[in-house]
């Protein structure tokens, strides 16, 4: 079982910034992928970022390339979302996973079914 304690969120004005953090514990050697996810009311869980923590080959949805950007730091097994440029529609809760796959970036659409260990989820708030 791993752990993962996110922190980071809170409220900005649009084109403000925040920068999520997701600390992992337990069993840390059990997985390979790491990414942040939200889910937006009325639609299925999407993924935001994603990455090999191996291979740092970070992954991103749409409406997150060229604002956020995902990293980590293996040593303390730890990753990062630095969210730039915020817009209101940005605004949810944002769970980082940690999990295990042969390609981490097929999960950016990862459906209804469970997979990996989810943290409680950090809340950014974004307004106009």
């Known amino acids: 079982l791993v752990y993962l304690a996110e922190s980071g969120g809170g409220s900005v ?5 925040l920068r999520l953090s997701c600390a992992a514990s337990g069993d840390t050697w059990s997985f390979n992928c790491m990414g942040w996810f939200r889910q937006p009311l009325g639609k299925s869980r999407e993924g935001v970022a994603l ?3 191996r ?3 970070p992954t991103y949805s749409d409406s997150a390339k060229g604002r956020f950007t995902i990293s980590r730091d ?3 097994n730890t990753a990062y979302l630095q969210m730039d440029s915020l817009k209101p529609e940005d605004t949810d809760t944002y769970y980082c996973v940690a999990w295990r796959s042969w ?8 459906g209804k079914g469970d997979f990996g260990d989810w943290g409680q989820g950090t809340r950014v708030t974004v307004s106009s």
């Open 55 to 57: 291979a740092n080959d």
């Open 74 to 76: 293996v040593a303390i």
């Open 51 to 53: 990455m090999d923590i």
């Open 103 to 110: 390609k981490c970036s097929t999960y950016l659409h990862p």
């Open 13 to 17: 004005q649009t084109g403000g910034s």
